[in-house]
């Protein structure tokens, strides 16, 4: 059914306890689906919601709504260089996912287990945006100056609520071993969605 984020773009916008419980739904296997690739070692680096697959969705039930975690290719890029300094050639600009890169990320170029963690929050941004572009209105050289230089972030998304927002921020933490793991996230919109 295409890309999560085109989905938010022509999904209908009125908010009611269906449409909450789906977007809880599909964070909760976007976490489910995170924690499968980092149990088998392996760091995405390349999350967002233009890379999450929609299986099935019906605006009317959410337990038939599903969606799968994709698009490796950062991670395919990287998988003989140590990090993205260490890669070659014009691909790893193109690939390289600023808007959704954790400053540990953007200032080292090691991708990591928290790097993935601060990525799922602007994911997270994103759903709860109708699926905006992050950060829509900078270029990326001034969001990594932004983030590395004014410890900047998206700030809350204008339809999130309260326990996303919660989410959201935790995921943003500064400090990256602060940042909560996505067994735990998994948990949390589980029982969000069971509310």
């Known amino acids: 059914m295409g890309t999560l984020d085109s989905l938010l773009q022509l999904a209908d916008k009125e908010e009611d306890e269906t449409h909450t419980k789906n977007m809880m739904q599909m964070a909760r296997q976007i976490c489910s689906g995170m924690h499968h690739l980092h149990c088998c070692g392996v760091i995405h680096g390349n999350l967002a919601a233009k890379h999450i697959h929609v299986e099935s969705f019906d605006p009317t039930d959410y337990t038939k709504t599903k969606v799968k975690v994709g698009d490796y290719m950062l991670f395919e890029i990287l998988r003989g260089a140590e990090s993205l300094g260490g890669a070659t050639g014009d691909t790893v ?97 589980g029982k969000l969605v069971e509310q």
């Open 93 to 189: 600009q193109i690939a390289t996912p600023i808007r959704w890169m954790a400053p540990e990320v953007l200032r080292t170029g090691l991708l990591s287990v928290p790097g993935d963690v601060w990525s799922f929050g602007v994911v997270l941004w994103e759903m709860w945006s109708d699926g905006d572009m992050p950060y829509q209105m900078k270029s990326d050289h001034e969001v990594r100056e932004a983030v590395l230089q004014e410890g900047s972030t998206l700030g809350n998304p204008h339809n999130g609520g309260e326990d996303v927002n919660e989410i959201i921020s935790s995921c943003w933490d500064r400090n990256a071993m602060a940042r909560p793991s996505f067994e735990g996230m998994e948990r949390e919109f």
